[in-house]
């Protein structure tokens, strides 16, 4: 577990979650309301205590979060090398600080944009429109008794952001580092290498003397999964609305009062011709060809005929394009065209285009009896909607009465299923594997109270969890054929690695790289010119890149590395550093990017100032019960 974290380690989940950043925790942390005088505070700042149970739901939600993020699988011990507890009450920590900062500058945020916020938050909404019960749900999924305390750390969070934000504008940009960092960033090469792959290693079967050392020393490895065992009741929106079927009337009124959501937007069946074009050389390259090609077409050559004949490019079809589907530039003027007719040349950063509008498809509105069914599906769900949204609420209120699922749902006839599912499974189960049913498994313990989990298909799921299963120990017939597997890919990899060496070092005392590339298993691989993030993309690993950008034109890397299809030897074969065009062309670009990067370093300076201005007082006998 703690190799697959650390292979994450530069992931934005890592970097999100693990970095220490303050209000990361934005949408997972919840501020305690209700603090309790006789528990210890985990920590003060300016003697304002950060209780153990504000600790405890803003770390239970950052485990949830990282457990859904991985699959699953993460322990709390894993968590707690990770550094997560840490992270999280650091996090607690900076959110007070911001808020005393934004205090003593006499900051407010008016109720009026925290409902805007709340309202705008597609987490509230159903429909694309902000829906009350479904706030009401999710807010108690998260563990929140009133709309006001979430509203509150709403509040918070848009001060937080708004002195974050003006940290960051404040930044200051030299034109040297910017244009030191473009140029670093955009320095193209050009790879070649060889190919060791793993079909061309042939590997004998392992004896059974040799699978039962292997075993052992693997013993870790070889575990049934963890299980659980999970009663549920589920309301599903869906199911419920295939019982209803409104009426002709009802379908009629609907359809007069929604009109414009019928109609169908005019559509235009467009051509496209482009030339790429960076420099000002090429930009006026492809001006040339533009007008030639809209000369020829006023002569009546139809356009994809002139645009092939005059540049040597096919212009391309791109169908019935509607608004919003084109950049605003090149949509006002693709749609100002009148049928048959070509656009003028449109320069753009990118290069050189031309438009040809075949066809016209005015807006109308479709017929009732085209989408007579589609309004009777919508209707249905949105009143089966209501009514999960009633039998939840009745749900949730029986669960406060019974102390079993079995209990409530007896209580209001509803079926209870139990389901026995191994962990990592569970990702593919039609109920327990929505995300947010998930996530609530993630962090329930059997004896629990069960909790109302909302997912985002609209369906409600009471959960009780029976028992967890630990993983155990497989014995050795039982992992036999797993262990032949893993045994047989350690020699496959340990043998293509030998004979990548051997290349490499052939290689470095002189031998031809043609030679080499003719023996049987070794392949010629080829890799265009690429910056560091491209190089990435092609599924080069990190430390290729880095060694890549490193070497001087004509070097091979001191090493193979190790790819998705065997074991790579690479060779630089050409540095194309960027023009001054194009450093012109970007410079705006990359000065705005380095700004907003110095702007969160800004922000991580402004944090550590608060620190040392504020009292912060870590209570660690504390921290370390709230975690038990």
Known sequence: MLERMRAHAQSWIAKALLGGIILSFALWGVADYFLSPKLRPVAEVDGKPISPREFALAYERQLALLREQLGGALTRADAAKLGLPRATLQALVDARLVQAEADAL???????????????????????????????????????????????MVRAQILAAHLRAALARSAIVREEEARARFFAENERRRLEGLLVAWDAIAVPQPSEDELKSWYEAHRERYRTPEKLVVSFIVLDPAAVAKEMQPAEAELRQAYAAHKQRYMVPEARRLWHWWMPAKTKAEREKALALARKIVARTKRGVPFAKATSAVSGRKAEDLGWMKRGELADRLEKIAFALTKGEVSEPIATDNGVHLFWLADVRPAHLRPFAEVKDEIAKELALARAREEVAARADELDDALGRADTLQEAAAELGL???????????????????????????AGLAPGDPPPLVETDDGRVVALELQKRIPARPMDFAAAKEAARRDWLAHKREELARARANALLAALQKGAAEAKLAAQPGVARKTFPALTRAQAASKGLPEEAVQAAFAAPAGAWLSKPYRVADGFLLLRVAAVERPSEEEWQAEKARAMARVAQEEGAVRVARWLASLRRRHEVVIHEDALKQALR
Do not use: C
């Open 415 to 441: 079926p209870v299923r139990t389901r026995t599912v191994a962990v990592d499974a569970l990702a593919r189960d039609p109920v327990l594997g929505a995300a947010a049913v998930r996530k609530a498994l």
């Open 106 to 152: 006499g900051l407010v945020v008016p109720d009026a944009i925290v409902a805007a916020t709340v309202q705008a938050s597609p987490s509230f909404q159903r429909n694309g429109r902000f829906d009350p019960a479904r706030y009401q749900t999710v807010l108690r999924a998260l563990g929140f008794a009133r709309a006001r305390d979430f509203e509150e």
